[in-house]
């Protein structure tokens, strides 16, 4: 017969117990530092239908990365490529009844059919956190203040990451009103700009140019990209920006992290564009700082707008999306993964031999010791030599060993060995 | 424009936060008992390859109930309707590097193509726990354990549960050795034999007629069905019986079951069938004993001979996997859901105003109060009066609010108000 393969579906992971530790550690942190901000956990399945994500998750995602399929009764469902469109779904379904604001985290595994790479794989767990209801700038503080708070909890500080923000307000008042492109071309042009770390400036330019923006305007647009807050003024009027909203948003951000001490991890960013349709406010990427790994770690942005496709509600709506993955290699990059302590408490040894009593005072024992709440690993095979089990209780860490052979039956007692100091002693059974 | 339904794929579940506290609090009593026990917790993705399913999931499984498509790659690919096969999978996989006895435990979604009812999901999760690398008794005795022992975790006794066990080797020994039935016609008869209890005895004698059984055998197998370990010689001799290792098992286990005070909570019970192909030893049923809806909660088995479609490998392998829905289900029945503390500490109120000193106090005290652990809510919207504020803080189960305004600020002060008895005092800054 032929065997079966024994490896995953094809770019995602086996996490076997030694990695499962990093994942719970990981999980464990997110959901602590969420609990502290009392945003309050919830899930929706994997599976979901397609229209929630062909509607505006962004045509790269829908188009080549959708995991999507008919199910047996003929409807098109697809496994989630991020977790942010369902979970409106979810707010607009019961958008009467649940009370505003909402501030709302989950966890959960997301599916991109891409070519696996290092940091990159077909499935990634997620951490979703959201404000919901608020349309004021203190919600996207409260958020930046998560995320910072989070890396924070996992040891990282100023010199290992920053949040690179800008407004997608201001990107549509450089494309729609200073350049004044149609829709379709300003829409393409900002897809093109999400890109631009990825290419070379002339590259950039004559995509720019192909599209049929003006060497000029093409400059502009590089201009824009490269642009500090002091620099901003020189590619639009500040007259003009003043009127902007993004621009507005942007100056209470930068207030409110200045006074709350948070502006060490954070830096306007122009270039900062995100790939999502939904994206209509503050947009932002967390950079690794480590310079040979720099990359974007993960982002989050507005998008007031994305309930809209559900039903005519109104929603404030802001936060972001951490992936277990890259969080993992820029956790060892900076060495910020700790040693799990997985001791096990007692590792009750079994006789060798066929006298039925040696198992019963093992199993007796074992299960006293766990009443009181310890962890205890029984060994179960009825004739293996006691150094040998021995042996095996090193290799999973354990503090104590517990041996009962005949001469402890006749006395009543055990034998207890620290598993570190090798020390042995008696004790009462 | 149409807007998109706000239901979540058919048959699946959107988990608010009210019903998060249960998956939780489910989630967290499992893994503590496994725990206890020293199993290790592991995971795989939900998307697997089609063979490992198609090979000995049972075929109501694989052609009625699996969710497979090809992949963009035309790969064949299903979401797991169980989590045994890629279990065994991951263990072939690393099998010469894992030091035996392997103790597992894991927590998955799964998915199945059913018509969704009361306490059954299209998606529903999963704990898997299993002993590999040991074929001895014990290994089945510490899995009813810990099957046992998560019971009570939460609440549960012997006047609720049942745990009724019969061994495939004694169902073969009657359909291959005593009736003499060919291989399809046993699988046929074993079949539908698991499906007895969903039947009059009419309709099953007349099935079984049907399959070619004679009256004379139909009726021993109604027999088998129905017996005790006292009656059970009345159908097969004792003579076999006693040639028989699945009898020996089950022989073995009551005796270790009876020394372990375990027995109150199980029972022999030869129509305990399971529905796996994979199922070669022990088996086991865990039924609600609540008269009103007598079902099986869960079960399990021995698998020893699965890890073959892998590769060669010899491999004793012990265990079950229970249902988030079905134990919910349980739970409510009798009644054995805890009120979850979801308190939140501090609820911080913000003076409405255009004064921007509200906000940073009110930050600052916050963020301090987070800093000790505390679990703070602060309110994010600017001009909310302290009235409303204050109602959705008992909304939110908030146990003290701070109210910091004018007066207050001048004074550095801030005011804490114990929302349960209504007493305010004030506080340094």
Same mark, same amino acid.
């Given at each position: +017969? ?9 770019? @995602?992971?086996? #996490? ?41 998750s962004g045509q790269e995602i829908v188009n080549e990365q ?23 779904? +979810? #707010?607009?379904?019961?958008?009467? #009844? ?7 985290? +989950? ?5 991109r059919?891409e070519k696996?790479q290092?940091?990159r ?17 203190? @919600? ?24 690179r923000f800008s407004d997608r307000r201001l990107v549509n008042l450089l494309l729609n009103d200073v350049l004044k492109l149609d829709f379709e071309t300003a829409t393409e042009v900002r897809r093109i700009m999400d890109k631009r770390a990825k290419m070379s400036e002339s590259d950039f330019v004559s995509i720019l140019t192909e599209m049929g923006l003006s060497p000029e305007y093409g400059e502009a647009v590089e201009k824009f990209l490269g642009s500090s807050l002091e620099t901003l003024p020189d590619v639009i009027d500040?007259?003009v920006l003043?009127?902007n909203?993004g ?20 830096r306007f960013d122009p270039s900062i564009i995100r790939g999502f349709e939904?994206s209509?406010?503050?947009v932002y990427e967390?950079y690794?700082?480590?310079v040979?790994n720099s990359r974007s770690?993960?982002g989050?942005e ?95 860490? @354990?503090?104590? @060993? ?26 009462? +059974?």
């Amino acid at each position: +017969m032929t065997k079966l393969n024994t490896q995953p579906y094809k770019g @995602a992971r086996d #996490i076997y117990p030694e990695e499962m530790r990093l994942q719970n550690y990981i999980f464990d942190t997110w959901k602590r530092v969420c609990n502290r901000y009392c945003f309050e956990q919830y899930s929706f399945p994997v599976l979901e239908n397609f229209e929630v994500f062909s509607a505006k998750s962004g045509q790269e995602i829908v188009n080549e990365q959708l995991f999507s399929f008919e199910d047996k009764g003929g409807r098109k469902v697809a496994l989630r490529p991020e977790l942010t469109p369902s979970t409106v779904r +979810m #707010i607009a379904e019961k958008f009467n #009844i649940l009370p505003q604001p909402i501030k709302w985290f +989950m966890i959960g595994d997301n599916w991109r059919y891409e070519k696996p790479q290092k940091g990159r794989g077909r499935e990634f767990y997620q951490l979703e956190v959201n404000i919901f209801g608020i349309d004021e700038v203190t @919600a996207d503080f409260e958020i930046l203040s998560v995320a910072t708070d989070i890396l924070k909890e996992f040891g990282a500080n100023e010199t290992m990451f920053e949040i690179r923000f800008s407004d997608r307000r201001l990107v549509n008042l450089l494309l729609n009103d200073v350049l004044k492109l149609d829709f379709e071309t300003a829409t393409e042009v900002r897809r093109i700009m999400d890109k631009r770390a990825k290419m070379s400036e002339s590259d950039f330019v004559s995509i720019l140019t192909e599209m049929g923006l003006s060497p000029e305007y093409g400059e502009a647009v590089e201009k824009f990209l490269g642009s500090s807050l002091e620099t901003l003024p020189d590619v639009i009027d500040l007259d003009v920006l003043k009127t902007n909203k993004g621009y507005e948003n942007i100056m209470n951000l930068s207030l409110l992290l200045g006074k709350s001490g948070l502006l060490k991890y954070c830096r306007f960013d122009p270039s900062i564009i995100r790939g999502f349709e939904y994206s209509d406010g503050l947009v932002y990427e967390i950079y690794d700082k480590n310079v040979e790994n720099s990359r974007s770690l993960f982002g989050g942005e507005r998008f007031d707008g994305l309930i809209t496709i559900f039903g005519n509600y109104k929603l404030g709506a802001t936060g972001f999306a951490m992936g277990d993955i890259t969080l993992a290699e820029f956790l060892k990059g900076w060495k910020l993964i700790p040693n799990f302590d997985d001791a096990l408490d007692y590792f009750v040894t079994l006789w060798p031999g066929t006298d039925s009593r040696y198992l019963e005072k093992s199993l007796e024992v074992a299960s006293k010791l766990r009443q009181d709440g310890k962890k205890v690993f029984t060994w179960l095979q009825s004739d293996t030599k006691i150094d040998k089990q021995l042996k095996y209780a090193d290799k999973k860490n @354990a503090k104590f @060993a517990i041996i009962i052979g005949d001469a402890e039956i006749k006395s009543n007692k055990m034998i207890i060995k620290d598993m570190r100091s090798g020390q042995q002693k008696e004790l009462e +059974m």
